[in-house]
């Protein structure tokens, strides 16, 4: 009798059934909801079964002075919890001070409302919400005969102190910013925005790091549907880990391969704010001192929280310069690249004798010296970030002197080559944003060789291109390139200069805010003679 032959399986049907076995282990898991149990080592067995042997959960157990002398079980985790709250205010209470209860007062409700001298006291019967909240630093007391658990609000980890922002660094302005601890960072916003329609939704992102991240906005400003679709792609993000707010910004974007940001970074509660107030929100993720606002255009990526404190010259004058300064990075090595290769009869005589001159020795072609100086400045740059504070901004500098002399020495490139390299890197670090001068460095690879091959037609064309891709770019459904396309007058008060704040009585309107109105429009009164 002949076998059958079985035909083995493929590694991606292994894979897809190996992946629907853990979804059904996953769902089982989530529909059993343990509850406590009355008997108090069943808890405790229960706690240690899931925790494990860890050496940092510290637990203790004690007699509440009740009339039947109940036993009790606290738990923490140490460097989590304050350790301080939890003698002074938990443990003194329960066992130094005399105190009795009727039997028919409910033991637990009586820890909560006699007892125990925190702000924070919550009972729950759901082991889930138990363990979640020990794991955030809380601490928690299980009571013998008694089917609640005691959820305590201790929390009180190590964190650094509220300090200046190391990549918005500010003339004048705010010297504070954002550190790694949430609630911190809540605060310095509630403390400089100090309206009743302030929210904070919170939300828990991440399987395994149950990550807390807050979603702040005013009620009354921002767009409804704006708001739903940013509190619908939160709750859509499904991963084991979020340790940085990068990780939500990949998950909410709407093009994940545009090099342009659709969501602005901030280390500076002064700039939330000021997003705020514009119709925008703001997301803050536990552990990261880096805030994300949405929705984002393209100019306020050149925008920066001094522009609003200066006079409006000033700002004005400043942003002019941030913006030429981005054309200038974007295009300068691709134009130089086409007129030397492609148009040198566009360039005048004797700039054209001196560029020939510097280029006698060289033996690369125009394209290869630009990758050859870029290359070299990204991998400098790249060396000094990593480097420590004190050495990197040295290695920079000296670094680029070093090899560029060396190189126009040796006949490597040419000297006027250097300089475009070196004007192309000084406007790329006027941008205040560094995840927009990221991608206007990305962007000028494509630039340069597409001037190598077409000259000053390929070189419009790739810029054709980047254009039309920021035309159709949305973010949350706002027009990147607002309000440039489409058009609106009104909003070009704030674009590419700023007038005077008493001119700027609406709020932007490709947001959509319910309320538009920012200030009642006054006329400037004559001086009474």
């Known amino acids: 009798m002949k076998k059958s032959f079985i035909r083995p399986k493929k590694t991606r049907e292994l894979r897809a059934q190996r992946r629907l076995t853990q979804q059904s282990e996953q769902k089982l898991q989530e529909k059993v909801h343990v509850q406590v149990y009355a008997d108090l080592d069943k808890n405790v067995a229960f706690l240690k079964k899931i925790l494990g042997k860890s050496g940092d959960i510290i637990s203790r157990r004690f007699i509440i002075p009740h009339e039947s002398n109940r036993e009790a079980v606290l738990f923490y985790i140490d460097g989590m919890a304050d350790s301080q709250v939890i003698d002074d205010f938990i443990l003194h209470s329960l066992t130094v001070e005399p105190a009795k209860v009727e039997e028919t007062y409910d033991i637990a409700k009586w820890l909560k409302d006699r007892l125990i001298h925190v702000g924070e006291v919550t ?47 500010v003339v004048r302005g705010s010297r504070e910013g954002f550190i790694e601890n949430m609630r911190t960072n809540t605060a310095l916003i509630r403390r400089r925005l100090q309206d009743p329609d302030l929210r904070f939704d919170s939300f828990t992102v991440g399987k395994r790091t149950k990550t807390h991240i ?14 739903s679709l940013i509190r619908k792609r939160i709750e859509n993000i499904d991963i084991d880990g979020v340790l940085e707010s990068g990780y939500v910004e990949e998950f909410i974007e709407d093009n994940t391969w545009s090099p342009f940001p659709q969501l602005q970074a901030t280390e500076r509660p002064d700039s939330v704010v000021a997003h705020l107030l514009e119709g925008k929100a703001a997301i803050i993720v536990d552990g990261t001192p880096f805030a994300l606002v949405l929705p984002a255009v393209f100019s306020q990526f050149y925008y920066s929280p ?224």
């Open 214 to 227: 807050c979603l702040a906005y005013v009620k009354g400003i921002i767009n409804a549907d704006t708001l």
């Open 306 to 529: 001094e522009d609003y404190y200066n006079r409006f010259l000033i700002a004005s004058l400043v942003r002019l310069i941030r913006f030429i300064s981005f054309f200038i990075a974007l295009l300068l090595p691709a134009l130089y690249i086409a007129f030397v290769s492609f148009h040198t009869e566009m360039i005048p005589s004797k700039l054209a004798i001196a560029i020939a001159a510097g280029r006698a020795t060289v033996p690369f072609s125009t394209l290869i010296e630009a990758l050859l100086m870029e290359f070299s400045v990204e991998i400098l740059r790249e060396a000094s970030i990593r480097l420590p504070g004190p050495i990197g901004p040295t290695i920079g500098i000296v670094g680029a002197l070093v090899i560029g002399d060396a190189a126009v020495s040796a006949g490597i490139v040419s000297p006027l080559m250097v300089i475009v390299v070196a004007l192309t890197t000084i406007g790329s670090y006027t941008n205040p944003n560094y995840g927009a001068a990221t991608a206007v460095r990305m962007l000028r690879f494509p630039l340069m060789i597409a001037a190598a091959i077409a000259g000053l037609y390929g070189t419009m064309f790739a810029l054709l291109i980047i254009v039309l891709h920021l035309v159709k770019l949305k973010s949350f459904g706002v027009p990147y390139l607002a309000p440039l396309s489409p058009l609106k007058l009104s909003d070009m008060k704030d674009s590419i200069v700023r007038v005077p704040w008493k001119w700027m009585n609406v709020r932007p309107k490709p947001f959509k805010t319910v309320n538009e109105l920012r200030q009642e429009q006054t006329e400037p009164q004559e001086e009474k003679r």
């Open 123 to 169: 009972l729950t019967t759901e082991m889930k919400k138990i363990v979640a909240a020990l794991l955030f630093g809380d601490t928690i007391i299980f009571i013998d005969q008694c089917e609640q658990g005691v959820v305590i609000g201790t929390k009180g980890w190590e964190h650094r102190s509220v300090s200046e922002p190391n990549t918005e660094a």
